[in-house]
Nanobody, 122 residues
Framework: QVQLVESGGGLVQPGGSLRLSCAAS????????MAWYRRPPGKEREVVAA???????TYADSVKGRFTISRDNAKNTMYLQMNSLKPEDTAVYYC????????????????WGQGTQVTVSS
């Protein structure tokens, strides 16, 4: 059993900052690629940023230069530092991870967190 739990969402004014965390727990042998997604109101879910197990990162064009994804493998935790927030960043943010689990052959599965609401408004 593996769980991903996001935290750090909330209400912030335009231009402000928030730091999201995604903590993985359970039968984890190794965390592989991880990513942050978001679903704006009335829109489809979209990828925001991704990070490999080695630390290579990619970002959506809309957040480049403002958001930073990172991870602490020792703590099984991923972060998203969000600066210069805009109203269009308002969304439910989800973490996603490929995880090698304990078991015969160390099977890999993909997991989602429950989401955390980020609202950017004055």
């Amino acid at each position: 059993q593996v769980q991903l739990v996001e935290s750090g969402g909330g209400l912030v004014q335009p231009g402000g900052s928030l730091r999201l965390s995604c903590a993985a727990s359970g039968s984890i042998f190794s965390l592989k690629a991880m990513a942050w997604y978001r679903r704006p109101p009335g829109k489809e879910r979209e990828v925001v940023a991704a990070i490999t197990s080695g630390g290579s990162t990619t970002y959506a064009d809309s957040v480049k230069g403002r958001f930073t994804i990172s991870r602490d493998n020792a703590k099984n935790t991923m972060y998203l530092q969000m600066n210069s927030l805009k109203p269009e960043d308002t969304a439910v943010y989800y973490c996603n991870a490929d995880i090698l689990t304990y078991g015969l052959g160390y099977p890999q599965y993909n997991y989602w967190g429950q989401g955390t609401q980020v609202t950017v408004s004055s």
